[in-house]
Protein backbone atom coordinates (compact mmCIF):
# COMPACT_ATOMS: atom_id res chain seq x y z
CA UNK A 1 0.00 0.00 0.00
CA UNK A 2 1.26 3.37 -0.93
CA UNK A 3 2.08 5.99 2.26
CA UNK A 4 0.48 8.77 2.87
CA UNK A 5 2.15 11.92 2.40
CA UNK A 6 2.70 14.01 5.00
CA UNK A 7 0.01 16.69 5.41
CA UNK A 8 1.61 19.95 6.16
CA UNK A 9 -0.61 22.49 8.41
CA UNK A 10 0.37 25.82 7.60
CA UNK A 11 -0.78 28.80 9.11
CA UNK A 12 -0.29 32.43 6.76
CA UNK A 13 0.50 34.66 10.58
CA UNK A 14 0.81 38.42 9.65
CA UNK A 15 -0.57 39.40 6.06
CA UNK A 16 1.03 42.38 6.38
CA UNK A 17 4.16 40.85 6.46
CA UNK A 18 6.10 38.51 4.40
CA UNK A 19 4.15 35.66 5.47
CA UNK A 20 2.11 34.98 2.18
CA UNK A 21 5.34 36.30 0.02
CA UNK A 22 7.26 33.00 1.41
CA UNK A 23 5.02 30.69 1.17
CA UNK A 24 4.07 31.49 -2.14
CA UNK A 25 7.46 31.56 -3.72
CA UNK A 26 8.02 28.13 -2.06
CA UNK A 27 5.09 26.51 -3.67
CA UNK A 28 6.26 28.22 -6.87
CA UNK A 29 8.23 25.38 -7.00
CA UNK A 30 5.62 22.54 -8.10
CA UNK A 31 7.61 19.89 -6.95
CA UNK A 32 7.97 21.15 -3.31
CA UNK A 33 3.84 19.65 -3.21
CA UNK A 34 4.80 16.20 -4.34
CA UNK A 35 6.75 15.93 -0.89
CA UNK A 36 3.83 16.29 1.08
CA UNK A 37 0.32 17.72 1.11
CA UNK A 38 0.53 21.01 2.25
CA UNK A 39 -2.61 22.91 3.81
CA UNK A 40 -2.62 26.44 4.45
CA UNK A 41 -4.63 28.00 7.19
CA UNK A 42 -5.52 31.29 6.09
CA UNK A 43 -7.19 33.38 3.44
CA UNK A 44 -7.44 32.23 -0.47
CA UNK A 45 -8.71 36.34 -1.34
CA UNK A 46 -5.53 37.47 0.35
CA UNK A 47 -3.41 35.03 -0.79
CA UNK A 48 -3.93 35.98 -4.21
CA UNK A 49 -3.72 39.78 -3.14
CA UNK A 50 -0.36 39.33 -2.32
CA UNK A 51 0.47 36.93 -5.99
CA UNK A 52 -0.82 39.66 -7.29
CA UNK A 53 1.02 42.91 -5.89
CA UNK A 54 4.25 41.02 -5.74
CA UNK A 55 3.74 39.61 -9.39
CA UNK A 56 4.78 36.20 -8.72
CA UNK A 57 4.14 33.31 -10.80
CA UNK A 58 1.40 31.77 -10.43
CA UNK A 59 -0.19 28.85 -7.70
CA UNK A 60 -3.22 26.79 -8.01
CA UNK A 61 -4.39 27.15 -5.07
CA UNK A 62 -7.24 24.19 -3.76
CA UNK A 63 -9.79 26.01 -1.49
CA UNK A 64 -11.42 23.33 0.65
CA UNK A 65 -13.54 23.69 3.96
CA UNK A 66 -11.97 20.78 5.54
CA UNK A 67 -8.17 19.52 5.82
CA UNK A 68 -9.57 15.86 5.50
CA UNK A 69 -10.67 17.66 1.92
CA UNK A 70 -6.90 18.04 1.11
CA UNK A 71 -5.78 16.52 -2.50
CA UNK A 72 -2.35 15.92 -3.16
CA UNK A 73 -0.19 17.07 -5.59
CA UNK A 74 -1.32 20.59 -5.12
CA UNK A 75 -1.52 23.58 -2.48
CA UNK A 76 -4.61 23.62 -0.59
CA UNK A 77 -6.08 26.19 1.45
CA UNK A 78 -8.64 26.56 4.00
CA UNK A 79 -10.20 30.23 4.61
CA UNK A 80 -9.86 31.03 8.26
CA UNK A 81 -10.99 34.35 8.32
CA UNK A 82 -13.20 37.60 7.14
CA UNK A 83 -13.70 37.55 3.80
CA UNK A 84 -13.20 41.57 4.00
CA UNK A 85 -9.81 41.32 5.73
CA UNK A 86 -8.10 44.03 4.69
CA UNK A 87 -4.61 43.96 4.02
CA UNK A 88 -2.30 47.01 4.70
CA UNK A 89 1.33 45.91 3.79
CA UNK A 90 3.75 47.10 6.50
CA UNK A 91 1.87 47.71 8.69
CA UNK A 92 0.66 46.23 12.60
CA UNK A 93 -3.26 46.38 12.64
CA UNK A 94 -5.36 44.62 15.37
CA UNK A 95 -7.13 43.33 12.15
CA UNK A 96 -3.97 41.34 10.83
CA UNK A 97 -3.53 40.37 14.53
CA UNK A 98 -7.02 38.68 14.36
CA UNK A 99 -6.17 36.94 11.36
CA UNK A 100 -3.38 35.17 12.49
CA UNK A 101 -4.82 34.03 15.41
CA UNK A 102 -7.73 32.59 13.71
CA UNK A 103 -5.79 31.12 11.17
CA UNK A 104 -3.38 29.57 14.29
CA UNK A 105 -6.50 28.60 15.84
CA UNK A 106 -7.74 26.62 13.37
CA UNK A 107 -4.64 24.91 12.60
CA UNK A 108 -4.00 23.98 15.96
CA UNK A 109 -7.26 22.17 16.47
CA UNK A 110 -6.68 20.05 13.50
CA UNK A 111 -3.66 18.96 14.79
CA UNK A 112 -4.97 17.91 18.13
CA UNK A 113 -7.73 15.94 16.11
CA UNK A 114 -4.73 14.54 13.51
CA UNK A 115 -6.08 16.08 10.78
CA UNK A 116 -2.53 17.11 9.71
CA UNK A 117 0.39 15.93 11.07
CA UNK A 118 2.79 18.43 11.08
CA UNK A 119 2.75 22.47 11.65
CA UNK A 120 4.59 24.94 10.08
CA UNK A 121 3.71 28.94 11.09
CA UNK A 122 4.50 31.77 9.48
CA UNK A 123 5.46 34.91 11.08
CA UNK A 124 3.29 36.85 13.41
CA UNK A 125 3.04 40.00 15.29
CA UNK A 126 3.69 39.31 19.03
CA UNK A 127 1.72 42.71 19.94
CA UNK A 128 -1.57 42.37 17.50
CA UNK A 129 -2.39 38.55 17.94
CA UNK A 130 -2.87 39.07 21.82
CA UNK A 131 -6.52 38.07 22.85
CA UNK A 132 -7.99 36.82 25.58
CA UNK A 133 -7.21 33.35 24.07
CA UNK A 134 -3.19 34.49 23.17
CA UNK A 135 -1.94 36.06 25.85
CA UNK A 136 1.95 34.82 25.54
CA UNK A 137 5.24 36.15 24.13
CA UNK A 138 4.98 33.89 21.29
CA UNK A 139 4.45 30.33 19.63
CA UNK A 140 6.46 28.26 21.77
CA UNK A 141 4.39 29.50 24.99
CA UNK A 142 1.24 29.09 23.36
CA UNK A 143 1.73 25.73 21.94
CA UNK A 144 3.03 24.59 24.81
CA UNK A 145 -0.37 25.10 26.90
CA UNK A 146 -1.87 23.65 24.01
CA UNK A 147 0.01 20.54 23.62
CA UNK A 148 2.52 20.28 27.09
CA UNK A 149 0.43 18.69 29.14
CA UNK A 150 1.97 15.29 29.40
CA UNK A 151 5.65 16.73 28.48
CA UNK A 152 8.67 17.77 30.15
CA UNK A 153 7.87 21.33 28.56
CA UNK A 154 8.64 23.21 25.31
CA UNK A 155 12.29 24.29 24.33
CA UNK A 156 13.26 26.82 21.55
CA UNK A 157 15.72 25.44 19.07
CA UNK A 158 16.92 27.51 16.43
CA UNK A 159 19.01 25.17 13.75
CA UNK A 160 20.35 24.88 10.66
CA UNK A 161 22.39 22.36 9.10
CA UNK A 162 25.84 23.19 10.86
CA UNK A 163 24.40 24.64 14.29
CA UNK A 164 21.75 23.93 16.39
CA UNK A 165 20.99 26.75 19.25
CA UNK A 166 18.25 26.05 22.50
CA UNK A 167 17.63 28.50 25.02
CA UNK A 168 16.95 28.51 28.86
CA UNK A 169 14.85 31.53 29.28
CA UNK A 170 13.01 32.80 26.12
CA UNK A 171 11.10 35.84 25.24
CA UNK A 172 11.18 37.96 28.99
CA UNK A 173 13.14 41.06 29.62
CA UNK A 174 16.86 40.61 30.09
CA UNK A 175 16.36 42.56 33.92
CA UNK A 176 14.79 38.88 34.74
CA UNK A 177 17.21 36.11 33.23
CA UNK A 178 19.17 35.96 36.40
CA UNK A 179 16.26 35.09 39.01
CA UNK A 180 14.91 32.67 36.46
CA UNK A 181 17.98 30.86 36.00
CA UNK A 182 17.89 27.57 38.37
CA UNK A 183 19.23 24.43 38.46
CA UNK A 184 16.05 22.64 37.89
CA UNK A 185 15.62 24.89 34.85
CA UNK A 186 18.53 24.34 32.94
CA UNK A 187 18.21 20.20 33.77
CA UNK A 188 14.87 20.26 32.54
CA UNK A 189 16.06 22.05 29.31
CA UNK A 190 19.42 19.90 28.73
CA UNK A 191 16.96 17.08 29.19
CA UNK A 192 14.61 18.18 26.87
CA UNK A 193 17.24 19.33 24.34
CA UNK A 194 19.17 15.97 24.55
CA UNK A 195 15.97 13.81 24.19
CA UNK A 196 15.27 16.10 20.71
CA UNK A 197 18.54 15.63 19.79
CA UNK A 198 18.42 11.57 19.90
CA UNK A 199 14.68 11.18 18.58
CA UNK A 200 14.13 14.15 16.46
CA UNK A 201 17.94 14.43 14.85
CA UNK A 202 18.92 10.84 14.95
CA UNK A 203 22.01 11.24 17.08
CA UNK A 204 22.98 8.25 19.22
CA UNK A 205 24.91 10.02 21.84
CA UNK A 206 24.69 14.29 21.55
CA UNK A 207 27.09 16.50 22.46
CA UNK A 208 26.22 19.82 24.00
CA UNK A 209 28.17 22.83 24.49
CA UNK A 210 26.58 25.20 27.92
CA UNK A 211 27.33 29.15 27.96
CA UNK A 212 28.10 30.98 30.83
CA UNK A 213 26.11 33.70 31.92
CA UNK A 214 28.55 35.92 32.96
CA UNK A 215 31.83 37.48 30.86
CA UNK A 216 34.27 35.11 31.24
CA UNK A 217 32.45 32.65 32.88
CA UNK A 218 32.36 34.50 35.97
CA UNK A 219 36.26 35.09 36.15
CA UNK A 220 36.25 32.43 39.41
CA UNK A 221 33.37 33.87 40.96
CA UNK A 222 34.60 38.10 40.31
CA UNK A 223 31.93 38.88 37.29
CA UNK A 224 29.08 36.64 38.96
CA UNK A 225 28.80 33.07 40.80
CA UNK A 226 25.85 31.69 38.17
CA UNK A 227 28.74 29.58 37.08
CA UNK A 228 29.94 27.42 40.13
CA UNK A 229 26.45 27.98 42.14
CA UNK A 230 23.92 26.92 39.54
CA UNK A 231 25.31 26.53 35.79
CA UNK A 232 28.12 23.71 36.89
CA UNK A 233 25.73 21.92 38.83
CA UNK A 234 22.66 21.75 36.70
CA UNK A 235 25.34 20.45 34.34
CA UNK A 236 26.54 17.24 36.77
CA UNK A 237 23.08 16.52 37.62
CA UNK A 238 22.05 16.30 33.86
CA UNK A 239 25.15 13.89 33.39
CA UNK A 240 23.14 11.44 35.80
CA UNK A 241 20.63 10.82 33.44
CA UNK A 242 23.02 10.13 30.73
CA UNK A 243 23.16 14.10 29.12
CA UNK A 244 26.56 14.86 27.96
CA UNK A 245 27.13 18.41 28.25
CA UNK A 246 30.22 20.76 28.08
CA UNK A 247 31.26 24.01 29.79
CA UNK A 248 30.08 26.54 30.50
CA UNK A 249 31.72 28.58 28.16
CA UNK A 250 32.15 32.19 27.46
CA UNK A 251 29.69 33.19 25.01
CA UNK A 252 31.82 35.74 22.88
CA UNK A 253 34.96 33.12 22.69
CA UNK A 254 32.79 30.18 21.94
CA UNK A 255 31.30 31.82 18.80
CA UNK A 256 34.47 33.92 18.02
CA UNK A 257 36.66 30.53 17.79
CA UNK A 258 34.09 28.75 15.37
CA UNK A 259 33.40 26.11 18.66
CA UNK A 260 29.60 25.68 17.65
CA UNK A 261 30.81 22.99 14.42
CA UNK A 262 32.38 20.44 17.56
CA UNK A 263 28.94 19.90 19.30
CA UNK A 264 25.54 18.59 18.32
CA UNK A 265 23.73 21.28 20.32
CA UNK A 266 24.38 24.43 22.43
CA UNK A 267 23.09 25.49 25.14
CA UNK A 268 22.20 29.17 25.55
CA UNK A 269 21.32 30.92 29.11
CA UNK A 270 19.05 33.93 27.39
CA UNK A 271 17.50 35.04 24.20
CA UNK A 272 20.22 37.35 22.34
CA UNK A 273 23.03 35.31 23.73
CA UNK A 274 22.05 32.63 21.80
CA UNK A 275 19.80 33.91 18.62
CA UNK A 276 22.46 36.89 17.94
CA UNK A 277 24.88 34.56 17.27
CA UNK A 278 23.17 32.18 15.35
CA UNK A 279 21.29 34.80 12.99
CA UNK A 280 24.46 36.32 12.16
CA UNK A 281 25.72 32.40 11.19
CA UNK A 282 22.16 31.46 9.76
CA UNK A 283 19.53 33.96 9.10
CA UNK A 284 18.93 32.75 5.48
CA UNK A 285 18.06 29.24 6.06
CA UNK A 286 17.44 29.06 9.62
CA UNK A 287 14.68 27.52 11.29
CA UNK A 288 12.97 27.59 14.77
CA UNK A 289 11.45 24.54 16.66
CA UNK A 290 9.70 23.72 19.26
CA UNK A 291 11.01 20.65 20.76
CA UNK A 292 9.94 18.87 23.93
CA UNK A 293 5.81 18.45 22.88
CA UNK A 294 4.11 15.65 21.59
CA UNK A 295 4.01 17.67 18.38
CA UNK A 296 6.35 18.64 15.47
CA UNK A 297 6.05 22.44 14.76
CA UNK A 298 8.75 24.46 12.52
CA UNK A 299 8.93 28.24 11.27
CA UNK A 300 11.77 30.20 9.50
CA UNK A 301 13.88 31.83 12.12
CA UNK A 302 13.28 35.40 10.41
CA UNK A 303 9.79 37.77 11.39
CA UNK A 304 7.42 39.84 10.19
CA UNK A 305 9.71 41.91 8.40
CA UNK A 306 7.36 45.02 7.69
CA UNK A 307 10.65 46.87 6.56
CA UNK A 308 10.59 44.70 3.10
CA UNK A 309 6.84 43.75 2.76
CA UNK A 310 5.28 43.83 -0.54
CA UNK A 311 8.55 44.32 -2.30
CA UNK A 312 9.43 40.96 -3.36
CA UNK A 313 12.39 41.04 -2.23
CA UNK A 314 12.35 38.51 0.63
CA UNK A 315 13.93 35.23 0.22
CA UNK A 316 12.24 32.22 0.73
CA UNK A 317 14.71 29.71 2.16
CA UNK A 318 13.98 29.77 5.56
CA UNK A 319 10.25 28.92 5.20
CA UNK A 320 11.62 26.24 2.76
CA UNK A 321 13.46 24.86 5.12
CA UNK A 322 11.00 24.98 7.98
CA UNK A 323 8.94 23.01 5.56
CA UNK A 324 11.78 20.21 4.44
CA UNK A 325 12.66 19.67 8.53
CA UNK A 326 9.11 19.33 9.90
CA UNK A 327 9.22 16.23 7.17
CA UNK A 328 12.52 14.97 8.64
CA UNK A 329 11.73 15.24 12.00
CA UNK A 330 8.58 13.42 11.91
CA UNK A 331 10.00 10.76 10.00
CA UNK A 332 12.45 10.71 12.60
CA UNK A 333 10.24 10.53 15.30
CA UNK A 334 8.27 7.54 13.77
CA UNK A 335 11.60 5.70 13.53
CA UNK A 336 12.88 6.35 17.05
CA UNK A 337 9.22 5.38 18.08
CA UNK A 338 9.15 1.99 15.97
CA UNK A 339 13.10 1.26 17.39
CA UNK A 340 12.29 1.73 20.87
CA UNK A 341 8.86 0.50 21.33
CA UNK A 342 9.49 -3.16 22.58
CA UNK A 343 12.96 -2.84 24.61
CA UNK A 344 14.62 -5.79 25.54
CA UNK A 345 13.70 -6.90 29.23
CA UNK A 346 16.26 -8.25 31.52
CA UNK A 347 16.64 -11.64 31.62
CA UNK A 348 18.17 -14.05 34.19
CA UNK A 349 19.56 -17.20 35.07
CA UNK A 350 19.93 -19.10 38.24
CA UNK A 351 23.28 -20.90 38.31
CA UNK A 352 21.26 -23.86 40.51
CA UNK A 353 22.60 -24.61 44.14
CA UNK A 354 23.40 -21.29 45.27
CA UNK A 355 20.22 -19.65 44.07
CA UNK A 356 22.19 -16.56 42.34
CA UNK A 357 20.90 -15.63 39.58
CA UNK A 358 22.82 -13.60 36.87
CA UNK A 359 21.49 -10.51 35.07
CA UNK A 360 22.61 -11.43 31.30
CA UNK A 361 22.25 -8.25 30.07
CA UNK A 362 24.79 -6.74 32.11
CA UNK A 363 29.19 -6.96 31.33
CA UNK A 364 30.20 -9.03 34.53
CA UNK A 365 27.49 -11.69 33.55
CA UNK A 366 28.50 -12.44 29.88
CA UNK A 367 32.47 -12.40 31.28
CA UNK A 368 31.02 -14.85 34.02
CA UNK A 369 29.27 -16.91 31.43
Do not use: W
Amino acid sequence: MEEQLIRVGITHGDINGIGYEVILKTFTDSRVAELCTPIIYGSSKVAAYHRKSLELPQVNMNIISRAEEAGANRVNIINCTDDELKVELSKSTPAAGEAAFQALQAAVNDLKRGAIDVLVTAPINKNTIQNEQFSFPGHTEYLEKEFGENSPGALMILMNEEIRVALVTGHIPVSQVSSSITVEGIVNKLTIFNQALIQDFNIVKPRIAVLSLNPHAGDGGLLGDEEQTIIIPAMQEAEKNGVMSFGPYPADGFFGAGMYDKFDGILAMYHDQGLIPFKTIAMEDGVNYTAGLSIVRTSPAHGTAYDIAGQNIASEDSFRHALYKSLDIYRNRKIYKTATAYPLRKQYFDRGGDNEKLDLTSDESAETL
